[in-house]
């Protein structure tokens, strides 16, 4: 442990400037984030090009998708709640306690994923059809699935451990954990749907396989001499003063993930209630188009955490301010400028996933309501975000359920019933809760923001 230390006394996260590192870390992560984006949508992009049966299939995989959200935001309830913890731990220059950290995340995150496979396993069909499969996709969507459930550990590894490559300042490692992985699905893809013709099993075996390489990648690093924390065996082990605070923290990025299961279970369910089948399917893809939007703001964010955690637990109180100034500045521009564009011409990123014109009609419309609030999306990923970098679980947490189970899930029931709004009630769901919980997360952050800076702020 003593070479680590000494080794991290000049860490860049200390003592970089700031511009450059914020590039030399958030570009990394943005890109990782695309191809994680290209990752999800990959599957979509072919299912909806088989012959015949894709328009089916693509619905299929769009009610089986919450399930796959919700297996994810587990791996975030562990990773996203312990990087943080970990990276201020070695602010403080307290590599044990980051040590400790990981270990008990990897042995949860091991049997977590154990009992999600399981569990998921025995209730998938009645789910698929609570979540919105019909007699004619409910197929698709549970061959997709099945497979998919295999490679639950490999994904929870793959997406929860990575965080703890990420917060020592790897963002090129962390960034090739999903390359990797996201490379193998582009090439397995089209081999095992059309050249296999294994359709949606193909698709759903492709995914796994992918994911267990990520996985493989992730543990080899983090057993290795580079990594500045390691996974050893005598961590591997429940500590429940080390566990429940990183649980506690990582509530808050779970809630954002696992509700986006509840999120579109209502949508799916009130498209196929006021709609059809092909709103189900248009419905899936304004789901990944958002996507779009979201996961490269989300990567800059998560490029500047280590920043922000880092220098909260040295207690540079300054460089924290800096940090989160030009991630919010950067997170704005973003947003407005990449939503703009989609609104402005939306059909060649709804025609990305179908060549149905009917679904292209569907979406086209649809996705100039529904994707507003993304215009100012940006501020309450950055001021969330920084909650989260900064340890402090119960704003985060709040934040977490403004947006989708206060404002969201509640107007997406209302809205439809109201008169004759029906499908366009959903789509005026979403930026009505985006624009009154962006407007809340800056105000809880503008009041907030000196009261957490100010135990550390030097003299």
């Not at 500045?329 to 939503?339: L, N, P, Y």
Request: aromatic letters at 10%; proline letters at 5%.
């Amino acid at each position: 442990m003593t070479n680590v230390t000494q080794s991290s006394e000049n860490n860049p996260l200390a003592s970089a400037p700031l511009g450059p590192l914020m590039v030399q870390l958030a570009v990394p992560t943005v890109f990782a984030q695309i191809v994680n984006l290209l990752y999800n949508m990959v599957d979509r992009i072919y299912v909806g090009r088989i012959p015949e049966t894709g328009t089916y299939a693509l619905a299929g995989l769009g009610v089986s998708f919450p399930i796959i959200l919700l297996i994810s935001a587990f791996a975030s309830l562990v990773g996203m709640g312990g990087a943080p913890k970990a990276g201020i731990a070695m602010g403080k220059k307290d590599y044990q306690q980051a040590e400790e950290i990981l270990g008990n995340a990897t042995l949860f995150i091991v049997l977590l994923s154990l009992c999600l496979c399981g569990i998921f396993f025995v209730v998938k069909e009645p789910i698929l059809m609570m979540f919105g499969a019909s007699e004619t996709t409910l197929p698709y969507a549970n061959q997709y699935l099945g497979i998919y459930l295999l490679g639950t550990i490999s994904v929870q590894i793959a997406l929860g451990l990575n965080q703890f490559i990420s917060c020592q300042g790897f963002a090129k490692i962390s960034m090739l954990t999903v390359l990797i992985g996201a490379i193998s699905n582009i090439i397995l893809d089209p081999i095992l749907i059309y050249g296999f013709h294994m359709g949606v099993k193909g698709a759903a075996l492709a995914t796994i396989i992918s994911q267990t390489i990520s996985a493989i990648w992730v543990l080899l690093f983090l057993s290795g001499k580079k990594s500045l924390i390691r996974i050893r065996q005598q961590y591997l082990r429940f500590n429940p003063r080390i566990l429940f605070p990183v649980l506690a923290l990582g509530v808050s990025p779970f809630i954002m993930q696992s509700t986006e299961c509840l999120v579109q279970l209502t949508f799916n369910t009130g498209m196929q209630k006021y709609g059809n089948d092909y709103y189900v399917g248009a419905m899936t893809i304004l789901f990944s188009v958002t996507q779009m939007l979201f996961l490269p703001i989300q990567g800059l964010a998560q490029g500047a955490t280590p920043i922000i955690s880092f220098n909260y637990g040295a207690r540079d109180s300054e460089r924290v301010r800096q940090t989160f100034q030009l991630m919010f500045i950067a997170s704005i521009v973003f947003s407005f400028c990449a939503t703009s564009l989609i609104l402005l011409f939306p059909r060649p990123f709804i025609s990305l996933f179908s060549n149905d014109p009917e679904i292209i009609r569907i979406g086209s419309y649809g996705i100039r309501i529904y994707a507003f609030g993304f215009l100012i999306f940006g501020a309450q990923c950055a001021c969330q975000q920084t909650f989260l970098a900064l340890g402090q679980a119960k704003i985060s947490m709040f934040l977490a359920l403004l947006r989708k189970v206060i404002l969201l899930i509640p107007l997406a029931i209302i809205l439809p019933a109201i008169g004759s709004l029906g499908v366009n009630g959903l789509f005026i769901a979403e930026p009505i809760s985006d624009i009154l919980a962006v407007f809340t997360t800056v105000a809880m952050f503008a009041l907030q923001f000196k009261k957490i800076l100010a135990p550390i702020e030097t003299l």
